[in-house]
């Protein structure tokens, strides 16, 4: 509700915003005229002075404000100067002809409060970011812009850094191997640029693996501009940063077990739907006169059970191949007669009303497992569990945990150290069988939604995912969950290692740490609730400077996709005679690759993008408005990059764009229409599309568009109509909300280990930060004693003997202070703590006398940090799993967000109590020498020589370089000093009492797990 009034509003919204702008922009004007009697010099004395001036100012923020008008003029006045200088930007000589356009001012002034400007293509929003950089910059702080891919941030910092450097500003760019002092270097500029993986990477690597304050490169987090904001925060959202090395104790991998049975399992599905395919087939082929005869012909025979409805039975048949094997060929190409897809939409939902639950649950149970396409699942029925395990089909039912233990408990024939091991072992049976199903399904799905050479290609022996957006591979980057690993086995390439997460960050987190994020892009519009709820960002639409003349015309739709692209070649041919430009948009590398096929058999010369080779690209989309070209790219080859028209190509209409499959998200459609049309340019745009498209197959089945193609349509035959681009529109608003809501979710996961991050993250660089960490150390210390003094009954319920000797012996076997159980009595727990404190800071005391003090300050920064990384890796793991398995709990009417909410927490307390204990036995146990092996950084170009095992970056980038800590801990094989079993429960420690509650409650923590 409230978003449509946004939207409904949102018209007069953005005129107020204007209208505020509207006198600054005079005021910018009247000042930049004024700057143009300054000399060179006085002009950059002019930034200077602003720094001078926002120093001074107590309220930064307000001061900037004040600022605004002078910079931007100034800023302006610049690039005016600039005019007409021949300038080199990525090896290219260009000469500089832009002075700002009021809309681009107005532009800057979006950015600099935090909005996210949306502005079309070709409007110049490279230029339009130079104004709040350079004023926000001012504040001495470090300004950034996040670009989509390494080639733009390099680019446009060589680009504007030309006026940044006339202003007497230092500008920056981060690129994907560059080593880490240059990063810092980088990082210490006014300005910086560079991509969202390597800031996000940058920070995890500070955070999570650095372990000398020298070692990290990032400043703060203060501005940022996130250039096309909508596919980072948006589309690459769904990929979060993660970096990781190999897990150090290796598990056995099910996948590869369980595929031969998979392998015939899913075999025999496909041999039964296709021979009810076959069979329906048949029978709907029928004319009603031989259906007759048949039925005639078998009562003439007296056959008992004569089929009173054969078509009937024939739809259902095909109900239950689409449940099956969705993406049965024989089936969709059965589906493109209007007729039976009708029929096979209405028992569809007949099925799925209450009312025929038990038909539908018959239709099920005779396959072997079952595939939801919209929900992404797979399950196995109950012939698809004896099918696989037919000595024991029970073997992939969850074993009910709980009434086995309640039954366990009331048994008096074992002792409780039996009922502990019976437990034990249920337990470990319990995770066993949920690692099965678990695999069971992710190759279920491998095997029945992962196409090879559109979900992903094989090269080289490893499975590569393709970009949805982009069509490109992205190296590195794999599927979670196991469904990597499951397509490896489908694919029989070798499975990869499972890894252990070190550090990890989703983009949408990381960008919420900024004071102060702002954005820019063509399109936000259709996500500006996203960004609302999720970002607090609010979409301004700042007008063209000159009015956009482009034509959009009614999209084109086939029965089949063969007449599609028959359609589009004739429609690039046309235009390609004329000699008018064509920029041809596809959704996938494959249908490229059709499409360029096709086009060489027309004998059309053209080129094919596919996101690439990003400098390259941007050189060849450079040209795509030249007469008579063609360019064939996936959605995002050459963003960013503008197209330019040839001579003569005005007067034929300008760019011809033509889309060969609308999107899920209608974004994503405007953008390739918004490739033409720049800056008042002519411009065409039309889409083709086809009943075999994803997007109609799926979501527009029963609707508006069905019943117009019902019957009339005919393979070769066009339809048009205004009607169905509305019904296509609405079509992709429910799968933008469908991912929308899906996308809120992981975040909700998120937001739990993101509060558990900033805790950890906040104690590490506490103790980075620190010149000696003991403080810190004996706080844990004070605390570990404080909790054992209560387990072992002082303070509370009385102490024991046992209880006392297990607690000298712990404390013994921990500090060299020879403790006597006697010393103990007589005393309340306060100054017992107290004492025992004393006495160890005293014993320290001797190892320092004999210890050079850096040396000493490196040891114990380093026992910190090396107890938290060791277990809070551990705890990154753990909650992958846990979040893995938490969705198996969905029974019981329990909402898993909040069953993982609070596991999440408890395993963060236990994460704390393993640290602190951690810290205690590593004090005096730990010599100097014991970390400088291991202590190097983690140099991002594998400079320095990594320890083994190296950590990679999973996600775009290999990263060679060590992980500081992670094997020290686990590699050098040292014993643990078995501890007398005490219960410790206590609260997290270390949490504020006003800071949020890290069980991700949203509450505070005293009102929360603090209260
Ligand atoms: N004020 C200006 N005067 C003249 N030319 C300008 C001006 N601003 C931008 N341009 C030119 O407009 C073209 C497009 O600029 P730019 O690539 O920054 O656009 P964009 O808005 O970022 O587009 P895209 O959405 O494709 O990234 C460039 O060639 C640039 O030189
Ligand atoms: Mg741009």
């Known amino acids: 509700m409230i978003s449509f009034f946004l939207k409904k509003f949102s018209g007069r919204h953005y005129r107020k915003f204007l209208d505020q702008c509207r006198p600054l922009v005079v005021r910018i004007n009247e000042l930049e005229q004024q700057y143009q009697s300054l000399t060179d010099d006085q002009l950059r004395a002019k930034t200077d002075e602003f720094r001078a001036r926002v120093a001074a100012s107590a309220d930064k923020r307000a001061a900037l404000n004040e600022i605004l008008p002078e910079a931007f003029a100034a800023v302006k006045n610049g690039a005016r100067r600039l005019v007409g200088r021949k300038i080199m930007v ?24 935090g909005k996210i400007a949306e502005m079309a293509t070709g409007e110049g929003k490279t230029l339009v970011a130079t104004l709040p950089l350079y004023l926000n910059a001012l504040a001495g702080r470090n300004a950034q812009l996040v670009t989509v891919n390494d080639y733009l941030a390099r680019r446009d910092s060589e680009w504007m850094g030309h006026l940044y450097g006339f202003l007497g500003l230092t500008v920056g760019c981060i690129q994907q191997l560059m080593p880490s002092q240059q990063r810092r270097e980088m990082y210490t500029r006014d300005i910086t640029y560079g991509t969202a993986s390597e800031f996000g990477f940058d920070y995890l690597r500070d955070n999570g693996l650095a372990t000398r304050k020298e070692d990290q490169v990032q400043r703060d987090h203060f501005y940022c501009i996130v250039d096309e904001i909508d596919s980072i925060l ?25 595929k031969p049975a998979i392998d015939r399992l899913f075999a025999d599905q496909m041999r039964f739907c296709n021979k009810l395919v076959g069979e329906a087939r048949t029978e709907l082929e029928k ?8 039925a005639d012909a078998l009562k003439k025979q007296g056959a008992a059970d004569i089929d009173p409805d054969p078509v009937r039975t024939a739809i259902f048949k095909l109900l239950q191949v689409k449940t099956g094997a969705p993406k049965n060929k024989l089936l969709l190409r059965l589906m493109e007669t209007p007729e039976w897809r009708k029929l096979l939409d209405k028992a569809e939902s007949e099925m799925a009303s209450d009312f025929n639950k038990e038909a539908f649950y018959r239709l099920k149970e005779e396959l072997l497992f079952i595939i939801d396409e919209r929900q992404q699942q797979a399950d196995l029925t109950e012939i698809g569990r004896k099918h696989l395990r037919p000595d024991n089909p029970d073997a992939f039912v969850m074993p009910d945990l709980a009434t086995e233990f309640s039954e366990l408990d009331k048994d008096t024939t074992y002792t409780p150290e039996q ?16 690692e099965e199903i678990h695999a069971i399904s992710q190759l279920l799905r491998a095997y029945s ?16 995912i393709v970009d949805e957006n982009t069509g490109r591979t992205m ?41 102060k994020l702002a954005g820019m892009t063509g399109t936000a519009e259709t996500e500006a609730t996203e960004f609302h709820d999720i970002y607090k960002l609010d979409v301004v639409v700042i007008p063209t400077n000159k009015p956009c003349i482009r034509i959009d015309r009614n999209d084109s739709i086939f029965k089949t996709r063969r007449d599609k692209y028959a359609a589009v070649v004739r429609e690039i041919e046309a235009a ?11 959704v996938s590398v494959e249908s490229s690759e059709v499409l360029s096929r096709m086009l060489k058999r027309a004998g059309v010369i053209h080129t094919v993008l596919n996101a690439k080779y990003h400098q390259q690209e941007a050189e060849i989309v450079m040209r795509a408005g030249l007469r008579g070209a063609v360019t064939i790219a996936t959605n995002m080859a050459g963003r960013g990059t503008d197209i330019k028209l040839g001579e003569g190509v005005r007067e034929l209409g300008g760019l011809c764009v033509v889309g060969t499959e609308r999107h899920e998200s209608r974004r994503i459609d405007r953008q390739l229409r918004g490739r033409c049309s720049r800056q008042g340019d002519p411009g065409l745009t039309k889409f083709f599309l086809s009943l075999e498209d994803e997007l109609l197959r799926i979501f527009l089945s029963g609707g508006t568009a069905s019943r117009m193609m019902e019957g009339t349509m005919k393979e070769g035959e066009e339809l048009e109509h205004w009607l169905l681009n509305r019904s296509i529109e609405s079509a992709q608003k429910k799968v933008e909300q469908q991912n929308f809501s899906q996308r809120k979710r992981a975040l909700q996961y998120d937001d739990v280990l993101n509060l558990q991050r900033e805790v950890i993250y906040g104690i590490r660089n506490g103790a980075i930060a620190a010149e000696r960490a003991k403080d810190i150390i004996f706080e844990q210390i004070e605390e570990e004693l404080a909790t054992r003094l209560e387990a072992a009954g002082y303070g509370g319920k009385g102490t024991s003997p046992a209880a006392i000797e297990s607690f000298v012996v712990w404390i013994n076997g921990h500090f060299p202070i020879g403790l006597k159980a006697e010393e103990l009595t007589g005393h309340d727990i306060d100054s017992l703590a107290k004492q025992l404190i004393e006495r160890i800071k005293q014993a320290y005391a001797v190892k320092e006398a004999a210890e050079p003090p850096e040396a000493l300050g490196m040891l114990e920064r380093y026992i910190v940090i090396s107890a938290i990384d060791r277990h809070w890796q551990e705890h990154l793991t753990e909650l992958e799993d846990l979040r893995k398995h938490i969705g198996l709990r969905g029974y019981g009417q329990k909402d898993p967000l909040v069953e993982y909410k609070n596991e999440a927490y408890s395993c963060f307390s236990e994460l704390m109590d393993n640290v602190r204990l951690q810290i205690c ?14 202590a190097a950084p983690p140099p991002p170009n594998g400079a320095a020589l990594p320890p083994p095992p190296a950590p990679t970056v999973t996600s775009r980038v290999t990263f060679s370089g060590g992980a500081a800590e992670a094997p020290a801990s686990s590699s050098q094989g040292e014993k643990e000093i078995k501890l007398p079993s005490v219960t410790i429960r206590r609260d997290v420690a270390k949490v504020g009492r006003n800071d949020p509650c890290p069980c991700g409650s949203g509450k505070k923590y005293k009102q929360c797990h603090g209260a």
Request: net charge negative; hydrophobic share 35%; with cysteine.
């Open 234 to 258: 948006v589309d690459e959202a769904r990929t979060p940063l993660i970096i990781s090395g190999p897990a150090p104790i290796e598990r056995e991998q099910p996948f590869t077990r369980l």
């Open 419 to 434: 009922k502990e091991e019976i437990k034990l072992k249920a337990q470990q049976r319990y995770g066993d069988v949920s």
């Open 90 to 113: 990525c090896e290219h000589e260009l000469t500089w002809d832009m002075v700002h356009f009021d809309v681009q001012l107005i532009g800057g002034m979006a950015l600099h409060q």
């Open 921 to 934: 036995t590593d004090l005096f146990r730990r010599r100097i020498g014991w970390m400088q092996a291991p």
């Open 576 to 586: 390609n005679k004329r000699g008018q430009p064509a920029l041809v948009g596809t």
């Open 475 to 515: 190296p590195g980057r794999r599927w979670s969950d196991g469904l990597h690993q499951a397509v490896e086995a489908k694919e029989n390439v070798a499975i990869e290692r499972e890894t252990r997460t070190y550090a990890t960050i989703t983009i949408q987190n990381y960008f919420r740490m900024y004071e």
């Open 449 to 464: 939604l992962y196409e090879r050479d559109v979900e992903y290609v094989v090269q080289d022996g490893k499975v590569l």
């Open 287 to 294: 004319t009603p006169e031989v259906r007759k005869q048949e």
